[in-house]
C-alpha cells in the first residue's frame, strides 16, 4: 500500500505543505483528498461532514481541486480553451460562449502575464509555462480546497513567485490549500505548516516556523543528520 496510516487536518485560509522522499505518499494522498484515487480505508471530512468521492468530478463539486505535474492539459487546445476546460461556460443555445471564456481565461493569464499567449496551442509551450497553465486551470474552477502536487517542480524561479503571490491571495481569499513539494525553500518561503510523510505514513506536523531544514531532513529519512 501507497498509505499505511497518513492523515492530514487542513483549516480555510492555510497553506499545508506535505513534504516526504520519493515513494512517501504525498502524491497518493493528495489524489484521495480530490477523488481521483479511492482509498481501501480511512475517510475525507470537509467542515465535518464525510465525503463519499468516487472520482476527480464529485471532488470539484465539493470544491477540491488538484493540479499535478502529472498535467492534465490537452495539446491540441489553446491555452485558454484548457484554462477553462473543466468549467466551459455555455450560452442559452448550448454551445460555448467564446466571449466569456475569453474573460475569464483572461482574467488569469493577465495575473501571470501570459495574456499575450491565449491562443496559443499549448503543444507549443515549454515545460514551466504548461504548469503555469496546469494551475490556472485549477484557479478557474473556483477551489475551496486546492492542492498543488510538485507543479512548480520544472518552474523558474519568477514563475514560483507568482505562483507564491496567487497562493497569498487564495490564503486571503480563505482557501484551503495543499502543496505537495520537495524543495525545501518553498516550504519555508510558502507554507504555514508542513505535514511529512515517510513510508506512507504522517510521522510529523508542524509550524513551518517551528523546524529547521536540518530536522525536516532528519524526520523525512528517518536518519539523525
Known amino acids: 500500500n501507497a498509505l499505511k496510516d497518513a492523515s492530514i487536518s487542513v483549516n480555510d485560509g492555510e497553506v499545508r505543505c506535505l513534504f516526504g522522499g520519493n515513494g512517501s505518499g504525498?502524491?497518493?494522498l493528495g489524489k484521495i483528498i480530490c477523488?481521483?484515487?479511492?482509498?481501501?480505508g480511512g475517510e475525507v471530512f470537509i467542515n465535518d461532514e464525510k465525503l463519499h468521492l468516487t472520482s476527480p468530478f464529485d471532488g470539484k463539486a465539493r470544491g477540491i481541486v488538484l493540479a499535478s505535474q502529472e498535467l492534465s492539459l490537452l495539446n491540441y487546445l489553446t491555452v485558454e480553451e484548457n484554462i477553462i476546460l473543466a468549467s466551459l461556460p455555455m450560452d442559452k443555445f448550448g454551445?460555448?460562449?467564446?466571449k466569456e471564456l475569453e474573460k475569464r481565461a483572461g482574467e488569469i493569464l493577465t495575473e501571470f502575464h501570459l495574456q499575450d499567449i491565449?491562443?496559443?496551442k499549448?503543444?507549443?509551450?515549454?515545460p514551466n509555462i504548461k504548469y503555469l497553465v496546469e494551475f490556472g486551470k485549477a484557479l478557474a474552477q473556483n477551489p475551496k480546497v486546492i492542492i498543488l502536487d510538485e507543479v512548480t517542480s520544472a518552474m523558474y524561479r519568477a514563475d514560483v513567485e507568482l505562483v507564491r503571490k496567487k497562493i497569498e491571495k487564495l490564503k486571503e481569499d480563505?482557501?484551503?490549500?495543499?502543496?505537495i513539494t520537495h524543495r525545501i525553500d518553498e516550504l519555508f518561503s510558502i507554507g504555514d505548516t508542513v505535514t511529512i510523510l515517510r513510508n506512507?505514513?504522517?510521522v510529523y506536523t508542524c509550524d513551518v516556523k517551528?523546524?529547521?531544514e536540518p530536522q525536516l531532513i532528519e524526520l523525512m529519512t528517518g536518519k539523525i543528520v
Open 35 to 40: 477523488g481521483a484515487v479511492h482509498p481501501d
Open 95 to 98: 454551445f460555448v460562449d467564446r
Open 122 to 126: 499549448v503543444a507549443n509551450l515549454p
Open 26 to 28: 504525498k502524491s497518493t
Open 200 to 202: 506512507g505514513e504522517t
Open 118 to 120: 491565449a491562443r496559443t
Open 174 to 179: 480563505g482557501v484551503c490549500v495543499i502543496l
Open 210 to 212: 517551528d523546524i529547521t
